[in-house]
């Protein structure tokens, strides 16, 4: 492919995931345009779970996205694959060709039996934190350039933030979903009227009484307080 022509398929796919923050609307939009991009035979991405161990595959060599895929082709343990482990620790690209024995067994028994003979996987780096895996497989022993790994490596780039804030938005949503649900099904608070009394160690101020409709009582009737006696006047008691 021509300069001109990945910087054009560069701008076009970046135009293309920025219209959507939907995460399975953006896998589709890679699923559709990274493998005819790249020119290769096919081409994945996956994230990488810290928590597992593992690879989780968002979409498959063969446009599938996640929850399409067989169970078996959604989750790879790192533990079994050391060379995806390398990638996602040091950042740093590589190439695994079946032909070459000193290359991962691993990754390259997996090629063979998918019928391909060459793997490039590119680290995904959002703000700095790999993501996960873009993974480039061809049917032929394919060696590529400098200049085809630069648009690999951009290419990657475009997709990382496209996925991570897409990721981001799916987060968020869930866990506000999650706080909806949480206080829609909170218990009402309704005490009975027998119960609603101040709480005990708090105290009315001296010779005030509460009545038990909200009004005071101070020598006089409900809801009225009679005036103190004038200062060297003393205070006639009622009589009995």
Same mark, same amino acid.
């Given at each position: %492919?021509?300069?001109?022509?990945?910087?054009?398929?560069?701008?076009?796919?970046?135009?293309? *995931?920025?219209? $959507?923050?939907?995460?399975?609307?953006?896998? @589709?939009?890679?699923?559709?345009? &990274?493998?005819?991009?790249?020119?290769?035979?096919?081409? /994945?991405? /996956?994230?990488?779970?810290?928590?597992?161990?593992s690879l989780?595959?968002?979409?498959?060599?063969?446009? !599938?996205?996640?929850?399409? %895929?067989?169970? +078996? !082709?959604?989750?790879?343990?790192?533990?079994?694959?050391?060379? /995806?482990?390398?990638?996602?620790?040091? !950042?740093?690209?590589?190439?695994? =060709?079946? &032909?070459?024995?000193?290359?991962?067994?691993?990754? @390259?028994?997996?090629?063979? &039996?998918?019928?391909?003979?060459?793997?490039? %996987?590119?680290?995904?780096? $959002?703000?700095?934190?790999?993501? +996960?895996? %873009?993974?480039?497989?061809?049917?032929?022993? =394919?060696?590529?350039?400098?200049?085809?790994?630069?648009?690999?490596?951009?290419?990657?780039d475009i997709?990382?933030?496209?996925?991570?804030?897409?990721?981001?938005?799916?987060?968020?949503?869930?866990?506000?979903?999650?706080?909806?649900?949480?206080?829609?099904?909170?218990?009402?608070?309704? *005490?009975?009227?027998?119960?609603?009394?101040?709480?005990? +160690?708090?105290? !009315?101020? $001296?010779?005030?009484?509460?009545?038990?409709?909200?009004?005071?009582?101070?020598?006089?009737r409900p809801? @009225?307080?009679?005036?103190?006696?004038?200062?060297? =006047?003393?205070?006639? @008691?009622?009589?009995?």
């Amino acid at each position: %492919m021509a300069t001109h022509d990945r910087l054009r398929a560069l701008v076009d796919l970046a135009r293309t *995931l920025s219209a $959507s923050l939907d995460l399975d609307d953006v896998l @589709r939009r890679v699923a559709g345009h &990274a493998t005819a991009v790249t020119g290769s035979s096919a081409c /994945s991405v /996956s994230l990488w779970d810290r928590e597992r161990d593992s690879l989780v595959t968002l979409t498959g060599w063969f446009g !599938q996205i996640a929850g399409e %895929m067989d169970a +078996g !082709q959604e989750e790879f343990l790192l533990s079994d694959f050391p060379a /995806s482990r390398d990638v996602l620790e040091r !950042q740093q690209t590589r190439l695994i =060709r079946v &032909a070459n024995e000193a290359d991962d067994p691993s990754e @390259r028994t997996l090629l063979a &039996a998918e019928g391909y003979a060459s793997l490039l %996987m590119i680290p995904l780096v $959002s703000r700095g934190t790999c993501l +996960g895996l %873009m993974e480039i497989v061809d049917e032929s022993d =394919r060696l590529w350039d400098d200049a085809d790994l630069d648009f690999f490596r951009t290419l990657a780039d475009i997709i990382s933030a496209a996925v991570h804030n897409a990721v981001l938005r799916k987060q968020s949503t869930e866990a506000e979903e999650r706080y909806r649900t949480l206080v829609e099904n909170l218990p009402a608070v309704n *005490l009975p009227r027998h119960r609603r009394h101040r709480p005990a +160690g708090l105290r !009315q101020p $001296s010779g005030r009484l509460a009545d038990g409709r909200g009004s005071c009582r101070v020598g006089g009737r409900p809801g @009225r307080l009679d005036a103190p006696p004038a200062p060297g =006047r003393p205070r006639r @008691r009622r009589a009995v």
